[in-house]
């Protein structure tokens, strides 16, 4: 089926975040949609789907002009879409999640078989493992996401759209996804990936398009350098590289010794962990999503409850603190999920960037609000850390993802640091947004401050660390230098060390 | 490669089965709740029965004061002494097997819970009538109980269907009083017992809706609401009580009372027959009410349907599922159940409505809710427990109980307590249960 959105227009408010978007793609296309943080790429599928109305503009299936009041209209047009927050009902099983919506019963009773038929034969078809009888809330997001995507192909959908699909993914995962659509591909599915890794872009991509604040500015050929996407999509020239100089280091700054940490199923996360951070070095934590990163960031943080071991801060003990004194020991914390665990959506920008320093001055005296005082400091930070909005006064769930990870970086970075914990800092962001990140997060460590960056992404790990440490089923494979090659990452991801790897503690 | 090496290196693939000594260490915290809860049980009782045990005979009658049962069971005469000596043993055992559960970190079974109950209320029924004189007459204890337990049953079921859809319901209360209330007056006017029933579910609908459009429309706190209704509904029945059905009471609060239906053969049976089938055509849609509901939660599109909005209602929406539409709709067939339970105040017991005749039997039912966890059967069974632990405590002093009759009226409001605070610890509703789903 052929796509074509003509003169799309979408305002919120006083922003226009869609201003006459011309995109069409054919069937059996990959049509990449590239652009910047609030470019307005998720407002224009959403359109799509027809979870928002646009104010203007038409969208056209095959030629024929389609009104879709709801996402069930756009579904049974033939869209399909694969949300980058998954859809899916947690305590249901991948069958029940696939036939939702368009159930088939026998005599009254819901036909469980003939949907676990579905989901048995779509896998089949592309070679996926999913048992359709598994709760969603046991599977890894990797596998999730292969529910999203068979949800949308049980309803045979011929025009899918993937909003950011591999922020979440390792890269195993990642490089079986473009697999997966490649196939799609092949049997005339019209693909729209929208995405901010340029790699990616390049490996499936037949045409691409570029927005930037709510417009198209150009189309780009697969075959483009990626500088010269990454100036398209952002405007001007990024650096795609880090620059850093060899680290200064000092005292052994953190001490962890003997860690673990037992997760809310009961399952041992991290098991016996020791290292140690030095002032002004960066230790990477590299691994496959899911070996135990996010608990230990979390046992530092104080927010894991089963926690055995030392963790040691400038030789005062963390451990067992509770977590507003650990704050106020000088951590700095960016959690991986940055909605759930960062920000409150309904506060605004300001609020947000207060939310661990209410208890007093600058921002608080004698009990009250210094509001004067907050908004400066919130205009400021909003001018430096480059958050698209209109204002301090805009709730932080009307951020597009990438700002609001911005608006997250802002706070933590602004507090006098002792240590600095960053767990997947550029998810979701774009290619200038994340040379900013790295620059910043570079600039913290010279200031002196240790810091530990948790990546999924090799890119990240090999840009930033002065050392890796690589995580698997909860323990440290080894903790090798910077410089490690990614073959010898790769196998120590899977819990090899190969001969002659020189492990440093 | 430079390595700073101050550790000898981890050998070959890290073994991840073998959890280390710490970890072991943290694997071994373990619930106590339940032990705790047990244990302080079988206490009171060891201590009511063994050194504050009373001597005499405990006499159960299992005959039905209609005496239609098709083999008489012949009276059984215990001697209390040693009764209660044997239950209290019993239950210490019980207690420390329920340690036991603990020390092996296992799910405790229901069964385990249902029995333990059953032998903690029969040692407290032979120690309260010991030298009575008086018969434990166990038949009319149970269906006491079972008329009881019928409006918690009805109530507590409509509350899983709207709170398993997403809204929460504090509202039965009110759809119970004015079930009750309206039902009472439609069949008084008409003489008509099946608009009588109607007029219940009609009654419960129309509390829904008010609840339906304020929460689901204009997302209002679902329990505020509930609680403004549960007092709204409270004061206009008892003013149109005092005002139109006192003066009126041979027109407007005179209603037939539905007749009891014996089952063929099966009403015959000792125990069970007067129980369970001797009862109104409102017991027996109750029957039907709970296994629909059950099945219909589980197995068809609709409970499907119901239990996706009540989780993820955007999920729900992105399917193309209407979620105001099916909450709404789902809380007013709540409202119908739950009204249903009201009309067995009236018409199906005594027949005339009285002011505040459920006397807070809404707030049990949705305890009821949560101590079944949102599931039909076990929400079922949490309101038989609250039923029979109210009738024990109402028939306990005609039979000459030494324990003070406030005391006893208190029970159901106590095992309430101990039953929602240390069986069912931390629990999880459905959800999105109320939450308002705005769209944006
Ligand atoms: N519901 C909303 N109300 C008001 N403003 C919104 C809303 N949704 C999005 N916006 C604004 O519209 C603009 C475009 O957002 P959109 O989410 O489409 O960006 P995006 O291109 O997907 O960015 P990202 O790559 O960060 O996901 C942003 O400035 C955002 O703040
Ligand atoms: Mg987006």
Redesign the pocket.
Known sequence: MKLELRGITKN??A?V?NDHIELAVEPGEIHCLL??????????M?ILYGLYQADSGEILLDGVAQHFAGPGDAMRAGIGMVH?HFMLIPVFTVAENVMLGHEQSKAGFLDLSAARAKVREISARFGFHVDPDALIEDLPVGVQQRVEIIKALSRDAKVLVF??PTAVLTPQETDELMVIMKQLKESGTAIVF?T?KLREVREVADRITV?RL?KVVGEAEPTATNAELASLMVGRSVELTVTKSTAVTGEHALVVEGLSVIDAHGQVAVDDVSFEVRAGEILAIAGVQGNGQTELTEALLGIQNRVTGTITLDGKNLRDLPINEILEAGVGFIPEDRQDDALIAEFTIAENLMLDRADGAPFVKGGALQLKYLAEFATEKVREFDV???GIG?MVG??????QQKVVLARELSRDLRLFVAAQPTR???VGSIEFVHERIVATRDSGVPVIVVSTELDEVVALADRIAVMYRGKFVGIVPGNTSREVLGLMMAGEVPAGTEVAA | MTAVDTRPAEPGPVDPDQPSASADALLARRSWKSPILFGVFAILLFILLVPFGRGGKAIFDFTSTSQKDAYQIPLLTLDSHLTEIITAIILVLMAAGSAYFAVKRRKMPLWYVIVFTVIVVFGFLVWTSADTGHNLTITSLLVGGLGLSAPLIFGGLGGVISERVGVTNVAIEAQLLFGAFLSAVAASLTQNLFVGIIAAMVAGVLVSFVLGAFSIKYAVNQVIVGIVLNVLVLGLTTFLYEQVLVGNASVLNAPPQLTVINIPLLSEIPIIGPLLFSQTIIVYIMYVAVAAVFIGLYRTRWGLRLRAVGEHPQAADTVGINVARTRFWNVALAGAVAGLGGAFYTIGSVGSFSQDMTNGAGYIALAAVILGRWDPVRVTLAALLFGFAENIGLAAGPMGSAVPNDFLLMLPYLVTIFAVAGVVGRVRGPAAAGRPYIK?
Do not use: P, V, W
């Open positions: 919120f408010g922003l975040a652009g910047e943080n609030g470019a307005g790429k998720s407002t224009l959403n980058q909003d950011e929208i901010h927005m709510g698209r909005t209109q805009t009307r951020l597009s993802g990438g700002n979701g962001l774009d | 944006s």
